[in-house]
């Protein structure tokens, strides 16, 4: 039962909690409403005048040796220099400053041409179905990437100077842009104040009788800048994690152009790989063709040397024996030469490792080395160099990833050495074995007679010559089948297309954010108006500033009339405020034994005059015997307040001038309502009240009325309340909405532990409406003005008592 009661405290602190926040805020709903009115129009002007963007998108496959995306047996048996990707190289190089900047220079897109007009019909120009933004005005110019009839082009884009605006027209009969006084032909090159330039036809060009709203005009931007600006615009991500197809996607104000950058990029990067491949191709075609040339000549001074040979020697026909000898010594001899040309191979791929810098060329061909291990490594280093390479266009110098790759060079080279020379090595003891079993044909040939045996060494050389040319001849065909086969290791799926629609801004995202941006701004400007207000703004306040009760609330009297219960007031929301603090008193043990109620404050301002004169009126409408002194000595109100002369008062009696009967006044408000005014200020009215005569007027009042209501002097400036407190009951403080500081009632506690006011608790009062309402008295605990007081705000009349 017990953990139940506690949730069901949390649950109502929680409630309360929000309805706080909810009572602190609603009550300056006009200022909101403002905000909300201006943000939505800020949206407004912003969707009329902003340009819409149009996102484009390319799709591209990439053949990622990690996702196995592979060519048909036959495609690949054709394609021998092909090279395997790894997709994420792909994606840097597809955003390289290479790739970008090629592109921003066919394009033209450093020579921007914008048509200036205010009406933005140019929407409609592009997009047709867009036809909501046309008679839009839109400031500055807008871009007639396919509306102007001719494009700019810089002979050397790299050191053009930067240009704003240069307004032109185009005379269309005569073929002449013009600028300014000058004229200038189309498809030539011209010199211009603004650098050497050439007017084309604009291809691009949708409609040819378009007739422009406003003067055309281009400007002259830095490649490097536009380039930044396609880089950062344009997004390359992978369709999925195991897929190697390629997104590209990019937002333009002209779709055409969006469009046109994509598929220029995908262009430029085909023919760069295809550059690559091609090279690779090349250089080991021209490596196999300076082989067969050699070979060609030695094998040609072989011939002649048989040929002379037989002719002087009369050489016709050999033994079957030495035909034998032939077959072997020939079969030897070619596997010598095999052994000669793998070692000039090894020999040129160890001047390629040892000779290079990291710098991406060409490897050399390893024709004839059959060793899987060295031809992959040499695979292996020829990608890390293209990929160093690559980076090193994008990325600087001293970029971890750039010296990633050239650590691994540097790794992979030893091994390749290492590789050359464990062949090396088996080769030349490959070659001397051949060579002892050669000295052994050697020696059966002495047995032959010396013109066959001399024959029979000359067609060695010739057979052995065949062979190597043969085998050479095979492989440049080979090669030459593959240059004139190669194809790209991507393939674009999908060309660039556009949205019809456009992508930004959309109007409900741009609207929802206008109106959160409005409400945070009115939230924080409520917020900070009342953190940094350094006066008791909220009951809360009170309650975590001291540890005192709040006992009751006091809303504001806009009447201005110091009796605000009874008479036609008697149903006012006020009055009936005083009726809960009536019935609170019970609470500090106020009865008609307990009767004597001190009233104070902090400082002066804070009604406490005016509460004890209303809290005293609300007393004796129950019917019993009030009596209200007026003991604030120094600054007395309720004499003012109830019409009654202070000519004799308290100070009189404390001066032993009067009796008791003398000073005590029937309150023409009620006939229940007595009162003692002050009396004449006196000079020290501190000291008078040390009198032990207050003592015996309070016994004196104590047998004859029911409750004792004293409004004493504030505690702040003077001490007078708590010489008073002893002989009270209870004391009531008063707390000022926006008028006590918070410092003084933080302060209530600290003094308390020094000078005493008894049984004491706090009442808020001269809460005022807050935020722009009426009736929205939230600073407290939210009590309403509830149903039986709407009648009394109809009347709207001015209420007043008469003496009766």
Same mark, same amino acid.
């Given at each position: 039962?017990?953990?139940?009661?506690?949730?069901?405290?949390?649950?109502?602190?929680?409630?309360?909690?929000?309805?706080?926040?909810?009572?602190?805020?609603?009550?300056?709903?006009?200022?909101?409403?403002?905000?909300?009115?201006?943000?939505?129009?800020?949206?407004?002007?912003?969707?009329?005048?902003?340009?819409?963007?149009?996102?484009?998108?390319?799709?591209?496959?990439?053949?990622?040796?990690?996702?196995?995306?592979?060519?048909?047996?036959?495609?690949?048996?054709?394609?021998?220099?092909?090279?395997?990707?790894?997709?994420?190289?792909?994606?840097?190089?597809?955003?390289?400053?290479?790739?970008?900047?090629?592109?921003?220079?066919?394009?033209?897109?450093?020579?921007?041409?914008?048509?200036?007009?205010?009406?933005?019909?140019?929407?409609?120009?592009?997009?047709?179905?867009?036809?909501?933004?046309?008679?839009?005005?839109?400031?500055?110019?807008?871009?007639?990437?396919?509306?102007?009839?001719?494009?700019?082009?810089?002979?050397?884009?790299?050191?053009?100077?930067?240009?704003?605006?240069?307004?032109?027209?185009?005379?269309?009969?005569?073929?002449?842009?013009?600028?300014?006084?000058?004229?200038?032909?189309?498809?030539?090159?011209?010199?211009?104040?603004?650098?050497?330039?050439?007017?084309?036809?604009?291809?691009?060009?949708?409609?040819?009788?378009?007739?422009?709203?406003?003067?055309?005009?281009?400007?002259?931007?830095?490649?490097?800048?536009?380039?930044?600006?396609?880089?950062?615009?344009?997004?390359?991500?992978?369709?999925?994690?195991?897929?190697?197809?390629?997104? /590209?996607?990019?937002? *333009?104000? =002209?779709?055409?152009?969006?469009? !046109?950058? &994509?598929? @220029? %990029?995908?262009?430029? $990067?085909?023919?760069?790989?295809?550059?690559?491949?091609?090279?690779?191709?090349?250089?080991?075609?021209?490596?196999?063709?300076?082989?067969?040339?050699?070979?060609?000549?030695?094998?040609?001074?072989?011939?002649?040397?048989?040929?002379?040979?037989?002719?002087?020697?009369?050489?016709?026909?050999?033994?079957?024996?030495?035909?034998?000898?032939?077959?072997?010594?020939?079969?030897?001899?070619?596997?010598?030469?095999?052994?000669?040309?793998?070692?000039?191979?090894?020999?040129?791929?160890?001047?390629?490792?040892?000779?290079?810098?990291?710098?991406?060329?060409?490897?050399?061909?390893? /024709?004839?080395?059959? *060793?899987? =291990?060295?031809?992959?490594?040499? !695979?292996? &280093?020829? @990608? %890390?160099?293209?990929? $160093?390479?690559?980076?090193?266009?994008?990325?600087?110098?001293?970029?971890?990833?750039?010296?990633?790759?050239?650590?691994?060079?540097?790794?992979?080279?030893?091994?390749?050495?290492?590789?050359?020379?464990?062949?090396?090595?088996?080769?030349?003891?490959?070659?001397?074995?051949?060579?002892?079993?050669?000295?052994?044909?050697?020696?059966?040939?002495?047995?032959?007679?010396?013109?066959?045996?001399?024959?029979?060494?000359?067609?060695?050389?010739?057979?052995?010559?065949?062979?190597?040319?043969?085998?050479?001849?095979?492989?440049?065909?080979?090669?030459?089948?593959?240059?004139?086969?190669?194809?790209?290791?991507?393939? =674009?799926?999908?060309?660039?297309?556009?949205?019809?629609?456009?992508?930004?801004?959309?109007?409900?995202?741009?609207?929802?954010?206008?109106?959160?941006?409005?409400?945070?701004?009115?939230?924080?400007?409520?917020?900070?108006?009342?953190?940094?207000?350094?006066?008791?703004?909220?009951?809360?306040?009170?309650?975590?500033?001291?540890?005192?009760?709040?006992?009751?609330?006091?809303?504001?009297?806009?009447?201005?009339?110091?009796?605000?219960?009874?008479?036609?007031?008697?149903?006012?929301?006020?009055?009936?405020?005083?009726?809960?603090?009536?019935?609170?008193?019970?609470?500090?043990?106020?009865?008609?034994?307990?009767?004597?109620?001190?009233?104070?404050?902090?400082?002066?301002?804070?009604?406490?005059?005016?509460?004890?004169?209303?809290?005293?009126?609300?007393?004796?409408?129950?019917?019993?015997?009030?009596?209200?002194?007026?003991?604030?000595?120094?600054?007395?109100?309720?004499?003012?307040?109830?019409?009654?002369?202070?000519?004799?008062?308290?100070?009189?009696?404390?001066?032993?001038?009067?009796?008791?009967?003398?000073?005590?006044?029937?309150?023409?408000?009620?006939?229940?309502?007595?009162?003692?005014?002050?009396?004449?200020?006196?000079?020290?009215?501190?000291?008078?009240?040390?009198?032990?005569?207050?003592?015996?007027?309070?016994?004196?009042?104590?047998?004859?009325?029911?409750?004792?209501?004293?409004?004493?002097?504030?505690?702040?400036?003077?001490?007078?309340?708590?010489?008073?407190?002893?002989?009270?009951?209870?004391?009531?403080?008063?707390?000022?909405?926006?008028?006590?500081?918070?410092?003084?009632?933080?302060?209530?506690?600290?003094?308390?532990?020094?000078?005493?006011?008894?049984?004491?608790?706090?009442?808020?009062?001269?809460?005022?409406?807050?935020?722009?309402?009426?009736?929205?008295?939230?600073?407290?605990?939210?009590?309403?003005?509830?149903?039986?007081?709407?009648?009394?705000?109809?009347?709207?009349?001015?209420?007043?008592?008469?003496?009766?």
């Amino acid at each position: 039962m017990q953990v139940t009661h506690n949730n069901g405290l949390e649950m109502e602190s929680k409630e309360t909690s929000i309805s706080q926040l909810w009572s602190r805020y609603a009550s300056y709903w006009p200022w909101f409403v403002f905000l909300l009115l201006l943000a939505v129009g800020v949206a407004a002007m912003y969707m009329r005048y902003s340009i819409p963007q149009y996102e484009s998108t390319a799709r591209l496959l990439i053949k990622d040796e990690k996702k196995g995306v592979e060519d048909s047996k036959g495609l690949e048996s054709l394609n021998l220099i092909s090279t395997k990707k790894i997709l994420e190289n792909e994606m840097e190089v597809l955003q390289s400053r290479t790739l970008v900047k090629e592109v921003v220079n066919n394009l033209q897109l450093y020579a921007p041409i914008f048509e200036e007009r205010k009406i933005n019909t140019w929407l409609e120009a592009n997009k047709n179905e867009v036809t909501s933004w046309v008679s839009k005005k839109a400031p500055g110019g807008l871009p007639a990437y396919t509306t102007s009839p001719v494009i700019v082009k810089v002979q050397s884009p790299d050191s053009l100077r930067e240009v704003k605006k240069v307004y032109f027209t185009y005379n269309k009969p005569e073929q002449k842009v013009i600028i300014g006084a000058d004229s200038f032909p189309i498809k030539e090159w011209v010199q211009t104040p603004y650098g050497t330039l050439q007017f084309a036809p604009n291809t691009r060009m949708e409609d040819s009788t378009y007739t422009p709203a406003g003067q055309y005009y281009f400007s002259l931007q830095q490649p490097r800048k536009v380039i930044a600006n396609i880089q950062d615009r344009l997004v390359i991500s992978s369709a999925s994690k195991l897929s190697s197809i390629l997104n /590209l996607t990019i937002r *333009d104000e =002209v779709p055409q152009r969006g469009e !046109d950058i &994509l598929n @220029e %990029l995908l262009t430029a $990067y085909n023919v760069a790989m295809l550059k690559d491949k091609n090279t690779l191709a090349a250089n080991t075609l021209r490596f196999v063709e300076d082989r067969l040339n050699h070979v060609s000549r030695d094998l040609s001074g072989i011939e002649s040397k048989i040929e002379r040979y037989k002719s002087s020697q009369e050489a016709v026909d050999v033994s079957e024996q030495g035909k034998l000898f032939l077959e072997n010594v020939s079969a030897n001899d070619q596997k010598l030469s095999e052994i000669d040309m793998k070692l000039a191979v090894l020999d040129q791929v160890e001047h390629y490792v040892k000779q290079k810098d990291n710098n991406s060329s060409i490897a050399p061909s390893t /024709l004839g080395v059959s *060793d899987p =291990v060295l031809s992959n490594l040499l !695979d292996k &280093l020829y @990608e %890390l160099e293209l990929e $160093y390479e690559k980076k090193k266009t994008t990325t600087g110098e001293g970029n971890p990833l750039l010296s990633s790759v050239g650590d691994q060079i540097n790794r992979i080279k030893p091994g390749i050495l290492e590789n050359i020379q464990n062949q090396r090595r088996g080769l030349v003891a490959s070659k001397s074995n051949l060579a002892n079993t050669n000295s052994s044909y050697t020696s059966v040939l002495q047995t032959i007679p010396k013109k066959e045996r001399d024959l029979i060494e000359i067609s060695r050389q010739q057979s052995t010559m065949q062979s190597i040319y043969g085998f050479l001849l095979q492989k440049k065909e080979e090669t030459a089948l593959s240059y004139a086969a190669n194809v790209s290791d991507s393939r =674009v799926v999908d060309r660039a297309s556009s949205t019809v629609a456009p992508v930004s801004p959309k109007m409900p995202i741009v609207f929802a954010i206008a109106i959160i941006v409005a409400l945070a701004i009115g939230l924080v400007w409520v917020t900070l108006k009342e953190l940094f207000n350094r006066k008791i703004m909220y009951r809360q306040d009170i309650e975590r500033l001291t540890n005192h009760p709040v006992i009751a609330e006091i809303s504001n009297d806009k009447s201005k009339n110091p009796i605000v219960i009874g008479g036609v007031n008697s149903r006012s929301f006020v009055a009936e405020q005083f009726r809960k603090l009536r019935q609170a008193l019970n609470y500090l043990g106020v009865n008609t034994t307990n009767k004597k109620v001190l009233i104070t404050s902090g400082i002066s301002g804070e009604g406490k005059s005016f509460i004890a004169t209303n809290l005293a009126l609300s007393m004796s409408l129950t019917g019993k015997k009030v009596v209200l002194l007026e003991m604030d000595l120094h600054s007395p109100a309720i004499s003012d307040y109830l019409n009654i002369s202070s000519d004799v008062g308290i100070s009189s009696y404390l001066l032993g001038t009067r009796e008791p009967e003398e000073i005590i006044r029937r309150s023409e408000v009620n006939d229940n309502l007595w009162f003692i005014p002050a009396g004449p200020l006196s000079a020290n009215p501190t000291e008078l009240l040390t009198s032990s005569r207050l003592q015996e007027l309070l016994n004196y009042l104590d047998g004859i009325f029911d409750y004792i209501i004293i409004d004493s002097a504030p505690v702040g400036p003077v001490t007078d309340a708590y010489i008073i407190s002893p002989y009270c009951d209870a004391t009531l403080y008063i707390v000022r909405h926006k008028h006590t500081p918070k410092v003084l009632v933080e302060q209530i506690d600290k003094n308390s532990k020094v000078n005493i006011l008894k049984n004491m608790a706090i009442v808020f009062n001269g809460i005022r409406p807050r935020g722009f309402g009426k009736h929205h008295y939230g600073y407290g605990y939210g009590y309403g003005d509830g149903y039986a007081y709407k009648e009394k705000r109809k009347q709207k009349t001015k209420t007043s008592f008469k003496p009766i």
